[in-house]
């Protein structure tokens, strides 16, 4: 369950960038290495709990599921797999390489194409009013 | 409108990891980072460990981290080093800040190896290093012979692996011969400990194995 961690992370990413663009989010995309031990279930239930009642509410999490590549050290044959669980997939062995699967990155997040402009909508939502 | 941004989300920890591996460094200490499931024994061989350190004149201590409670660092003063406990509240490994805090309140002169305990799980700690120089990870026979193949990235990812509780060989059905061929395969060059927390048997060569590292970083 560090997966509250790291949707914590992940919002602390995106709002930096929301904030510095001055737009609302929309999505986050993150890359996840079936390594890094993520349950994809569970990093979607935190990522809905840490951002409910703020400023990201309602934005989207995207997981990009990148795949652990291995070199077998026995065969050399190359193995793919989404999850932490690899063997060679042509002669069984666990002596491997591991190219990748670790991965744990923001990649990037959709805004909102019309700048939040605090002012102006607060005058439309006024005129709106009357 | 899409804003590219390409940053680790383990940045933050492993920014801290590195600023506790520098810090390490500076006082010539040591670090090793113990994992293993709740229950495997982390503590009792750490009780063992630093006594036997401190028989050699080498003064250890010990980072707990625990979910709550403050036992496991109580048994490691009663056993004579200094510890620090860390309470999580509920978070299920350590990160590098929380490591970072602790160090920060520790008096780190004068200290030859720290050891870090994580909290007691093979799964979450897995993706947090801490800034130690090995990171151990401990299982022992009650737990099953097929561990290794159970938590592969915990295995794999370790410096050193620990069989603990090798005194209930013959009382359990578990083979070492398989946990330690499993073990292997995972991870060909993580050095294999047999130790008894109980007895003792096994721990004069792991505290071998510390300071021989030990002196080799020095060197």
Request: hydrophobic content about 40%; charged content about 25%; proline content about 4%.
């Given at each position: 369950m560090h997966e509250y961690s790291i949707a914590a992370r992940v919002a602390e990413i995106v709002r930096a960038a929301s904030r510095e663009h001055n737009r609302r989010v929309l999505s986050a995309t993150v890359a996840v290495g079936p390594l890094s031990m993520v349950v994809p279930e569970l990093l979607y239930e935190a990522w809905a709990s840490v951002t409910a009642n703020s400023e990201l509410a309602g934005a989207e999490l995207r997981i990009e599921h990148v795949p652990v590549r291995a070199v077998c050290l026995d065969c050399g044959h190359e193995t793919e797999s989404y999850t932490p669980f690899v063997e060679c997939a042509s002669c069984g062995s666990l002596r491997l390489k591991l190219q990748s699967g670790h991965e744990l990155d923001v990649l990037h997040a959709d805004l909102e194409d019309a700048p939040e402009d605090a002012s102006g909508d607060c005058a439309a939502a006024d005129r709106h009013r009357q | 409108m899409r804003v590219e941004l390409m940053q680790g989300i383990l940045g933050d920890n492993n920014a801290a990891a590195r600023d506790n591996r520098a810090l390490f460094d500076e006082h010539g200490i040591l670090a090793v980072d113990v994992m293993g499931g709740p229950g495997c024994g982390k503590t009792s061989i750490l009780e063992q460990v630093v006594r036997e350190l401190r028989r050699r004149g080498i003064t250890s201590k010990v980072i707990e981290g625990d979910v709550a409670s403050d036992n496991d660092a109580r048994r490691i003063e009663q056993a004579g080093a200094e510890a620090f406990q860390i309470n999580t509240g509920g978070g299920c490994h350590l990160h590098a800040g929380m490591v970072r805090r602790a160090l920060k309140q520790m008096?780190?002169?004068?200290?030859h190896v720290m050891f870090i305990e994580n909290v007691g799980n093979l799964v979450c700690p897995t993706a947090f290093r801490l800034g130690a120089h090995f990171r151990f990870v401990v299982a022992s026979p009650p737990e099953g012979d097929d561990k290794p193949q159970k938590y592969p990235v915990a295995f794999r990812d370790a410096e050193g692996i620990i069989l603990n509780k090798i005194d209930l060989l013959g009382h359990l059905p578990f083979d070492a011969e398989r946990f330690w061929e499993l073990c292997t395969e995972l991870n060909s060059s993580a050095p294999q400990f047999s130790v008894s927390s109980t007895t003792g048997e096994g721990i004069e060569g792991l505290c071998d194995w510390l300071l021989e590292r030990r002196s080799k970083r020095q060197a």
């Amino acid at each position: 369950m560090h997966e509250y961690s790291i949707a914590a992370r992940v919002a602390e990413i995106v709002r930096a960038a929301s904030r510095e663009h001055n737009r609302r989010v929309l999505s986050a995309t993150v890359a996840v290495g079936p390594l890094s031990m993520v349950v994809p279930e569970l990093l979607y239930e935190a990522w809905a709990s840490v951002t409910a009642n703020s400023e990201l509410a309602g934005a989207e999490l995207r997981i990009e599921h990148v795949p652990v590549r291995a070199v077998c050290l026995d065969c050399g044959h190359e193995t793919e797999s989404y999850t932490p669980f690899v063997e060679c997939a042509s002669c069984g062995s666990l002596r491997l390489k591991l190219q990748s699967g670790h991965e744990l990155d923001v990649l990037h997040a959709d805004l909102e194409d019309a700048p939040e402009d605090a002012s102006g909508d607060c005058a439309a939502a006024d005129r709106h009013r009357q | 409108m899409r804003v590219e941004l390409m940053q680790g989300i383990l940045g933050d920890n492993n920014a801290a990891a590195r600023d506790n591996r520098a810090l390490f460094d500076e006082h010539g200490i040591l670090a090793v980072d113990v994992m293993g499931g709740p229950g495997c024994g982390k503590t009792s061989i750490l009780e063992q460990v630093v006594r036997e350190l401190r028989r050699r004149g080498i003064t250890s201590k010990v980072i707990e981290g625990d979910v709550a409670s403050d036992n496991d660092a109580r048994r490691i003063e009663q056993a004579g080093a200094e510890a620090f406990q860390i309470n999580t509240g509920g978070g299920c490994h350590l990160h590098a800040g929380m490591v970072r805090r602790a160090l920060k309140q520790m008096d780190l002169q004068n200290t030859h190896v720290m050891f870090i305990e994580n909290v007691g799980n093979l799964v979450c700690p897995t993706a947090f290093r801490l800034g130690a120089h090995f990171r151990f990870v401990v299982a022992s026979p009650p737990e099953g012979d097929d561990k290794p193949q159970k938590y592969p990235v915990a295995f794999r990812d370790a410096e050193g692996i620990i069989l603990n509780k090798i005194d209930l060989l013959g009382h359990l059905p578990f083979d070492a011969e398989r946990f330690w061929e499993l073990c292997t395969e995972l991870n060909s060059s993580a050095p294999q400990f047999s130790v008894s927390s109980t007895t003792g048997e096994g721990i004069e060569g792991l505290c071998d194995w510390l300071l021989e590292r030990r002196s080799k970083r020095q060197a």
